[in-house]
């Protein structure tokens, strides 16, 4: 069994849908009645107390049905009783009511009362819903709402199956039972009084009672209308009436008037009904029963005391005369005439005669249908009576008795009415007598009365020729005004439709009427201004009186000729009336009373619209004939006032009509004004000519109106509303300008100038705002009429009858307020201190804020609330204390509750609203998202229920316990009720949510409460709404862009949820576990704090899988298939929408102006943010445009031109809304797929650890985001967004190869584990390869999108050139791996599979290479710096891949190499490298010289000789860039400003190195000449470049090693790579480099390296080892230079320095054979060290399972790689770690060796040439020592001690082992020992 608000929510949405219900609802409808109608069958019927029940509740433990047992407190006890004696309920049930109301609102913390309260609301509530769902299944029997007929009979069975139960029976009773003063009804006297309804509310029990006696009595006058009433539920009717009519005796309340009215139509609609539905072979229900017609007929004639219960007793003696009526009609006509007939006969006599005797028709005219209760009762029920009524009447005046009975009474009317009445005051109270006269006459009433029923329900005259018949009759012989006024205004309700206007014109146009038509009006209008001019052109005479039945009757034609021309076919009613002077010539004579006036300008008022000329003839006749004021000083220079205007507006004001407290002149006066001001085009004028207008209604009618008398409230409101539309016409119409501001600001200290000042300088506009900014009359007024706050207004407007005048009047005060807030703003800053903005004009009085913004709680008209939230949308933005003075006011609450109803009430609406500025709830969560931001505390945070008292980010939400909006917005998005017509509202929720998450205050707890499992909000809707499918584009495209707006903000949410959750937080992780297993894939998802066996056996096999299997697509493939469609076409193509050219054009010219969205441009930005075209505005500029180009158009000559403009136009219309749509759509499908790139970016980049087949995963998004972004169908935008998902995978499966992976004990790893490489298979490759080409060749391409394109090219070559880790050297594996058997093979396996990836890359890449190298080529050379940068990288990778120079042969064909020199050499950089475009040119230089440079190591010599040949140094050489980097570029420590160093080292990096590696690479050339061709080519050019650039290689030698970075250490290499090729060539050393290099020898030879290296390999920080590797690759360098010098050039060392010889300062400091002794010592320590560190890591390696957990923290901690490991990785990961990290400083501890074992060879043999040559025997240097130190010097001493450190050092370098060190020593031990021999002789020497 469903519950009741479940019944009401599916037959709401199956019926009040705004399209016919789906078969799954119809079944799901059906399903759900079926199993409600016990419940409908016993309508609130309810189980009564029990003791044994009691007695349960008291022991405190009950058991509920379906649930364990529930323990109880004293508390929940003594509510329960209370519970139970109070709605006269079980006690058990009342215990489920409290766990009910606890799961709805959360009770704890609550008070005992609030609790009672909340539970009885909660009752209440469901016997609502099930009243309500009884109420529209009979609606929708009743009523036609377009429902499939089949549904509707199904429905009808079921009611019908009720009725016939008892539920009528069960209705009747209710209706008495609920009013009875009972537990089971109003309630006991100690019975709770208030209840806390759904929105937590407190609301008396009586009003809700009432109001379900209401809905009760509505439901009994439909189910008459589905099953025929019994005799008895008849009279059990007629005695309800009696009791409910006997019960108004002095009342007012409307609700019990309308209770009343429901029981007496139901009487009304049974026997009407019963009658009609009498067919031939089918007679009446109630006439079967002669009896029951007896009976009741004594009973229904018999009479009574009191009048009102006698007055309803009139209406059912009608309603079943009529019955009678309709039932002999039909024996009659079946020729069935019984003794039964002729009783009915005496029967109806006898009713009518009552009837008429009591004027029935007066009743019903005074007490029901001219009551506010029948006006305000529910608008369906309100047709239903009146088409009663209508058949009713129908029925009276067809049968000939009642006929006669009608002519009786016409002929008794004619004769007690006097034809003739002076009228000489024309007030109310002279007509008091006559009043009570004229209620006495039934045939008036009844004219009356017939008017009242088809003035609501017009549409009911069509085909009646029953009433028409009647009106023929009536309209003749009247020989009094009162019966003629009567059938006047029957005539008038008559014209209420096209139809009837027509008829109405004709008939008194024509004959059918002696003394009744137009011509009498005209007539006497006319004869009354002949009287008037005679008297005024006679001296002395006076003014006749005007008749008042001649007033009379001419307001009533006058009224008739509105009707007419109100409602009359616009052709045709042109035609009608060709003068209309008259109706203007009695205005301005002052016996004219002013009722008839106020009728001659509403008539006149009609004529307006009928045509723009006739609008300016009623200009020019007002000027003529109506008062002065009207027309004013500015209104034309053709006013001639006449002489007998003695008297103007102001004077019939406030003397003629203010005397008789009535203000008809006026009124009309304001309205007519009002509809000619409307339809004025032109405002150039700014309202000058209007000024007087303003001034009288400002001065004289708007601001004395609260202090005058009135006698008719009615006309009061009216007066007002008038007024109202005159000020919101001004403020909507004319704008404010700088002169404005200008001449208002020259003069603020004066408040009376704009009151002295002459009306020309006065702007109706600007005296308004004047008025509003000082807190002046017009504020005061209207907010005096605001000021008696929603409930007044609400409560006059359900009782009075000018409840809705009172309620335009609300509408226009808020709408004026609003347009005064639009205003000020521009004015106050020039217009202070006098004039202030509007909200510090109202801040002055917290109370009339309070009141603005309470009006949103005015649920009668959407419009008074939709600008009440308006205005607190703008208070929101300008006043910063705004939450404080509401709760100071005590009004936040009351808001609280009503923003939350109000966004309940349009969540359960039906009806699609089309204008979403017109939509409640879009503009509450406009209000809430609009307010995040700002500072706190704001709106949101006070709508949304955060803690206020508290800090905003330490709230704990709770939705439930307080009734907000965040309450109702978690119930809307959870249950996504109504999508076709709450679209807007779950689009903009899911964002509201988004943005609170966003928002740094409320993220938290808004987190917090989304996360919870109460509500799994971030998965439970991505079945819902995520991976549904879209509506269709030609069905419902708005509900389609709708839906993919929610579909981004939920996946943002997501997003936001996986980025920002606290993984320490375990609801967080729970949440964010449960998003990557709904997105994923359940099975992926592992939050285990411990590795498990599966999981990393999964993740070392998921990617070998990859390509091979197949598995379930996932949802977040199924999401990214949502917005895999073609986008709608958004192009402005006007000539395929219209034919003429000419049209096309002007569109054109329209839209292409390039101006911001604004008031009055045609272009408007959405609430979504999408740039749209305005269509009105659209509209009239094209209008405007139109008649500028050609002014005849609208002249009935251009009728045919004018057709064809409005052809056009619509047609423009019409695209320019499917352009709007489908730009809205096409901005959608982006933004969905925005967010899914967000939350698979997010996932890929903070979430991957914690998903398994990671490698699979990433490979499906990336294959899936390059097929999408290749695809024909999707668009540029959504290409670049694919893209950028692509490149995040393709990143992260980078990172994925090298993760540590799993073998079979989860504890241990191997050298195998090094090696195991989580790479996609081959195929998997080639497929992602493919795809790539193909989006990269995609049709609609740009450069932004190919950048993004190339750099995931760039990623894919990187992922498939490296298959063992980087981080771990191949030598070091290799020596791993000797030690296992086979493993070798792994390493084979592994470089065959990657010859083949590379293989098949290239065949791939060449099949498009052409279209690549066209598109790379173009945008290498045309392209942006950015793109010219990543192009020639692209090229760098092709180069890269390249087989049989293919690629090469391209690129010198087309000419790209030479263009890429021509680059180097023309660039420049004008600003000297400082700016943003600059540094990109800088990036370009830097990636050609890497293309250059890559040519030359892939393709060796022949690439750098192809290099030479095309003039590569030349064209370096020429390169302006270089010589200014070297201004100043090494100078960077000396540099005050240190930020100056980064720009520099970067140029650096981008410029001099890679020009110094280009160089350093074409000498390699130099090695393939001869030594003694001095000429040769290549030597020469290089040496010239050196030269060249002097400078530049002088600073980077003169560099300190010592403090060198590593980018300078390169340099440095580089250029003492470059001269020790080429300088030895240069004979002469002008330029000093050879003493510069002998200088870095001298100075890095003698320096203690050893102290530069750590002693303990596990302290050896990654940057120390690269210097100390960086410093004996420039030890090496140097030594090759200088072992080419001593073995080509037989240059000659000797042992020490000899002296310094002052005279020479140029002479070389060459090295010495002493330092480099000392250099083969630090090298040989070096050596031994690391050979040492190297065997010690490798045994490390080896036995790496073998150490405890502290052991291997202790190696991570050394390493100082604690950043790689958290606390909950286990011990495997951790050994893994450890394992790498020795793997890599032994990687480094092989290349030191690899590079100190040639440095030595050429340390040794430099000292070995010196030794065999002899060059360092005394004899050589003995002149030079002898000199130096006499003859007593020792030659051999030196020699002796140079042998005594070499051969130490040997002996060590002997002991050196290929097991240590790694590589073969025979020939290197062969040259140790060789030195070792000969050092020993010459020690011996």
Not at 911 to 923: A, F, H, R
Not at 1092 to 1107: D, E, F, K, L, M
Not at 1858 to 1864: A, F, P, R, S, Y
Request: with cysteine.
């Amino acid at each position: 069994m469903v519950s009741p608000k479940q019944l009401l929510s599916i037959i709401e949405s199956s019926l009040l849908g705004p399209s016919p219900p789906t078969p799954a609802q119809w079944v799901e409808l059906t399903h759900a009645i079926r199993s409600s109608l016990s419940s409908l069958q016993s309508l609130l019927s309810f189980p009564p107390p029990k003791p044994s029940d009691r007695a349960q509740v008291k022991s405190k433990e009950v058991r509920l049905p379906d649930s364990p047992p529930i323990s109880l407190d004293d508390q929940d006890v003594q509510i329960s009783l209370k519970l139970s004696d109070d709605l006269h309920l079980n006690e058990i049930d009342c215990v489920r009511l409290l766990v009910s109301a606890n799961q709805e609102w959360g009770l704890m913390g609550r008070e005992p009362l609030e609790i009672l309260r909340l539970a009885e609301g909660l009752w209440y509530t469901e016997r609502r819903d099930l009243i309500t769902a009884l109420y529209t299944l009979l609606r929708a029997v009743v009523l036609d709402q377009g429902l499939e007929t089949d549904l509707v009979a199904d429905i009808q069975k079921y009611l019908e199956d009720l009725i016939n139960a008892g539920l009528r029976q069960r209705l009747i009773s209710l209706v008495k039972e609920l009013n009875r003063e009972e537990p089971a009804g109003l309630g006991g006297p100690l019975a709770e009084r208030y209840v806390l309804d759904s929105r937590g509310a407190l609301v008396e029990r009586r009003a809700v009672v009432f109001r379900e006696r209401l809905i009760l009595g509505h439901c009994l006058v439909l189910s008459v209308l589905v099953v025929r009433t019994s005799p008895n539920d008849v009279k059990d009717l007629f005695s309800t009436i009696k009791d409910c009519a006997a019960e108004l005796n002095g009342s007012s309340d409307t609700i019990k008037y309308q209770i009343t009215f429901s029981i007496l139509f139901s009487l009304v609609i049974a026997f009407i009904s019963d009658a009609l539905g009498t067919v031939p072979d089918k007679a009446s229900v109630l006439c079967r029963d002669a009896t029951f017609r007896r009976e009741f007929q004594e009973i229904v004639i018999a009479s009574g005391n009191d009048p009102i219960v006698e007055g309803f007793v009139d209406v059912v003696r009608l309603a079943w005369t009529a019955h009678l009526m309709l039932v002999q009609d039909g024996t009659i006509a079946a020729e069935t005439v019984s003794s039964a007939s002729s009783n009915d006969l005496g029967y109806i006599c006898s009713c009518l005669d009552v009837i008429f005797s009591n004027n029935v028709f007066q009743f019903l005219l005074d007490k029901a249908l001219q009551t506010a209760a029948y006006q305000n009762d529910d608008e369906d029920m309100i047709y239903v009576y009146n088409a009663y009524l209508h058949k009713m009447i129908t029925c009276f005046l067809s049968h000939p008795v009642a006929r006669d009975k009608v002519k009786e009474a016409k002929e008794k009317a004619m004769s007690v009415l006097s034809p003739y009445r002076m009228a000489g005051s024309h007030d109310n109270n002279s007509n008091s007598q006559k009043a009570v006269e004229l209620g006495s006459q039934p045939f008036v009433s009844l004219l009356e009365f017939v008017s009242e029923v088809y003035q609501k329900e017009p549409e009911l005259l069509s085909g009646n020729d029953v009433l028409w018949t009647f009106v023929n009759f009536a309209g003749e012989d009247h020989t009094n005004f009162q019966t003629l006024v009567a059938f006047l205004k029957m005539l008038g309700t008559l014209a209420s439709s096209p139809e009837g206007a027509a008829k109405v014109f004709e008939l008194l146009q024509g004959k059918t009427f002696r003394s009744v038509g137009w011509s009498t009006l005209f007539d006497c209008l006319s004869i009354y201004e002949e009287k008037f001019k005679q008297a005024l052109q006679t001296p002395g005479a006076i003014l006749p009186e005007f008749q008042e039945g001649d007033a009379k009757a001419l307001v009533a034609y006058l009224n008739v000729l509105q009707k007419v021309m109100q409602n009359g076919n616009p052709v045709e009613r042109k035609n009608w009336f060709p003068d209309i002077e008259p109706l203007f010539k009695l205005l301005s004579y002052e016996n004219v009373p002013p009722y008839l006036k106020g009728a001659l300008r509403n008539a006149i008022a009609t004529f307006i619209k009928v045509s723009p000329a006739l609008k300016d003839t009623i200009w020019s006749y007002l000027e003529q004939y109506d008062l002065p004021v009207v027309v004013g000083p500015n209104l034309g220079n053709n006013a001639q006032p006449m002489a007998s205007q003695i008297y103007d507006m102001r004077f019939e004001l406030n003397e003629i009509e203010a005397r008789r407290e009535q203000y008809p002149s006026t009124i009309s006066f304001l309205n007519l004004l009002n509809t000619l001001i409307a339809e004025e085009s032109d405002v150039s004028d700014r309202g000058r000519r209007f000024i007087g207008i303003f001034r009288f209604i400002y001065d004289h009618v708007f601001g004395p109106f609260p202090q005058r008398a009135y006698a008719d409230p009615c006309e009061k409101w009216q007066l007002v509303v008038a007024c109202l539309q005159h000020f919101q016409m001004i403020l909507s119409m004319y704008d404010i300008r700088d002169v404005d501001i200008d001449n208002a600001g020259d003069r603020p200290q004066l408040s009376s100038v704009a009151q002295s000042a002459p009306l020309q300088m006065q702007l109706p506009v600007v005296e308004l705002l004047k008025d509003f900014m000082s807190g002046k009359t017009i504020f005061r007024n209207i907010m005096g009429i605001l000021l008696p706050g929603v409930n007044a207004i609400i409560n006059e407007r359900t009782n009075q009858i000018y409840g809705q005048l009172l309620e335009k009047a609300v509408e226009l005060s808020l709408e004026i307020i609003i347009l005064v807030f639009e205003k000020d703003v521009l004015l106050s800053d020039f217009w202070r201190p006098l004039y202030q903005p509007l909200d510090v004009i109202l801040a002055q009085d917290h109370n009339q804020i309070v009141a603005l913004l309470e009006y949103v709680r005015y649920d009668f008209q959407p419009h008074i609330q939709k600008h009440s939230i308006k205005i607190m949308s703008i208070l929101s933005s300008r006043m910063v204390g705004l939450i404080q003075l509401l709760l100071k006011s005590n009004a936040a609450s009351c808001l609280i509750e009503d923003y939350a109803a109000c966004l309940e009430s349009v969540s359960v609406e039906s009806q699609i609203i089309e204008n979403s500025n017109d939509d409640l709830g879009v503009l509450i969560m406009q209000l809430l998202i609009e307010n995040i931001s700002r500072p706190a505390p704001n709106i949101t945070h006070l709508l949304l229920k955060f803690d206020l008292d508290t800090s905003i980010e330490r709230t704990i939400l709770q939705p439930k316990f307080h009734y907000s909006c965040l309450k109702v917005i978690l119930d809307i998005l959870d249950k996504l009720f109504k999508p076709d017509v709450n679209a807007l509202l779950h689009e903009f929720g899911f964002q509201l949510l988004y943005e609170l998450c966003l928002d740094p205050l409320t993220s938290g707890p808004t987190m917090d409460l989304l996360s919870n499992k109460k509500y799994q909000f971030f998965v439970k809707h991505m079945d819902t709404i995520g991976i549904a499918p879209l509506p269709k584009r030609n069905i419902n495209q708005a509900l389609r862009i709708s839906s993919l707006h929610q579909r981004a903000w939920l996946l943002k949410l997501l997003a936001v949820e996986l980025h920002a959750g606290d993984m320490a937080n375990s609801t967080h992780q729970d949440a964010c576990q449960s998003i990557l297993g709904h997105i994923f894939g359940p099975d992926v998802v592992n939050f285990a704090t411990d590795y498990s066996i599966n999981h990393t056996n999964s993740v070392q096999n998921s990617a070998a899988n990859v390509g091979t299997r197949t598995i379930g697509k996932s949802k977040v493939l199924e999401l990214l298939e949502v917005v895999q469609f073609r986008s709608p076409d958004t192009t402005m193509k006007y000539s395929q929408v219209v034919s003429n050219t000419k049209y096309d054009f002007l569109a054109e010219d329209i839209l292409g102006n390039p101006t911001t969205s604004g008031k009055n441009d045609v272009y408007y930005y959405s609430e979504r943010g999408d740039r749209l075209i305005d269509l009105t505005t659209f509209r009239d500029k094209l209008w405007q445009k139109f008649n500028f180009i050609n002014p005849q158009l609208s002249s009935f000559s251009g009728e045919v031109e004018l057709n064809d403009v409005r052809e056009a136009i619509q047609q423009l219309l019409r695209w320019g809304w499917k352009y709007n749509k489908n730009l809205e759509e096409q901005a959608s499908q982006l933004h969905m797929l925005i967010s899914w790139s967000q939350v698979v970016e997010v996932s890929a980049s903070r979430r991957l650890s914690h998903l398994e087949n990671r490698a699979e995963i990433l490979f499906q998004l990336l294959d899936a985001s390059l097929t999408a972004s290749a695809s024909p169908d999707c668009s540029l935008k959504m290409a670049v967004t694919l893209c950028q998902v692509a490149l995040t995978c393709m990143a992260k499966l980078r990172d994925e190869r090298f993760l540590c992976p799993g073998g079979l004990n989860s504890d241990s790893v191997t050298c195998l584990d090094i090696i195991t490489v989580k790479q996609l298979s081959n195929g998997a490759c080639h497929s992602i390869l493919f795809k790539l080409i193909v989006a990269i060749l995609r049709h609609e391409s740009s450069e932004a999108l190919r950048r993004r394109q190339y750099a995931l090219l760039l990623s894919y070559f990187q992922y498939c050139l490296h298959m063992l880790d980087l981080d771990v050297p191949t030598a070091v594996l290799r020596l791993l791996l000797d030690e296992h058997d086979g493993e070798d093979l792994d390493l084979l396996k592994i470089d065959k599979e990657q010859a083949e990836l590379a293989q098949a890359n290239f065949s791939i890449i060449r099949k498009e290479a052409q279209a690549i190298l066209d598109l790379v080529i173009k945008d290498a050379t045309q392209g942006s710096e950015s793109g010219k940068t990543i192009s020639l990288y692209v090229l760098d990778a092709l180069i890269c891949i390249d087989h049989e120079r293919f690629f090469l042969n391209q690129l010198q064909s087309r000419g790209f190499l030479r263009s890429c020199l021509m680059n180097i050499s023309n660039i420049s950089l004008q600003d000297g490298g400082r700016s943003l475009d600059s540094l990109q040119r800088t990036c370009t230089l830097e990636a050609d010289l890497a293309l250059l440079l890559r040519i030359s190591h892939k393709y060796g010599k022949s690439g750098a000789q192809i290099l030479f040949s095309m003039g590569a140094l030349e064209h370096i050489a020429s390169c302006k860039v270089v010589n200014i980097q070297v201004k100043g570029s090494f100078q960077r420590f000396e540099t005050k400003l240190r930020r100056d160093a980064a720009v520099n080292i970067d140029k650096q990096r981008t410029i001099i190195a890679p020009i110094l590696r280009l160089v350093f690479s074409l000498t390699s050339l130099v090695d393939t000449s001869d030594f003694f061709e001095v000429k040769n080519k290549i030597v020469r050019e290089v040496i010239d470049f050196v030269k060249g650039h002097q400078l530049l290689f002088d600073q980077i030698i003169q560099e300190d090693v010592s403090e060198a970075d590593e980018l300078t250490m390169e340099q440095i290499n580089l250029v003492v790579g470059i001269l020790s090729k080429v300088w030895p060539y240069e004979e002469n050393d002008e330029y000093g480099f050879v003493q510069g290099l002998f200088g870095m020898m001298r100075a890095l030879f003698s320096h203690d390296l050893e102290s530069r290296t750590p002693t303990h390999p596990f302290q050896s920080l990654d940057k120390p080892r690269k210097t100390e590797l960086n410093i004996f690759r420039l030890c090496f360098s140097l030594s090759s230079y200088l072992y080419f010098l001593v073995t080509k050039k037989s240059l000659r060392l000797q042992v020490l320095d000899g002296p310094t010889d002052y005279q020479a300062p140029g002479r070389l400091q060459q090295p010495t054979l002493t330092l480099l002794v000392c250099l083969l010592n630090s090298v040989t320590t070096a050596l031994e060290r690391a050979a040492e560190e190297k065997s010690l890591l490798l045994n490390k390696i080896q036995d790496i399972n073998e150490l405890s957990r502290q052991e291997v923290d202790e190696i991570i901690n050394m390493c100082a790689r604690q950043d790689c490991v958290s606390s909950s990785d286990n011990i495997q990961r951790r050994r893994y770690i450890a394992m790498v990290e020795m793997c890599q400083v032994a990687g480094n501890r092989d290349q030191l060796i690899t590079l100190l074992l040639p440095l030595a060879e050429h340390v040794l043999n430099v000292i070995l040439i010196h030794f065999q040559d002899g060059s360092i025997t005394p004899g050589t240097i003995a002149e030079t020592k002898t000199i130096t130190y006499g003859e007593n010097f020792d030659y051999g001493q030196d020699i002796s001690a140079l042998c005594g450190e070499l051969i130490p050092t040997l002996e060590r370098l002997e002991l050196l082992s290929k097991d240590k060190v790694g590589h073969n020593l025979k020939v290197f031990h062969r040259l140790v020992s060789s030195l070792k021999d000969l050092g020993i002789q010459k020690l011996g020497v």
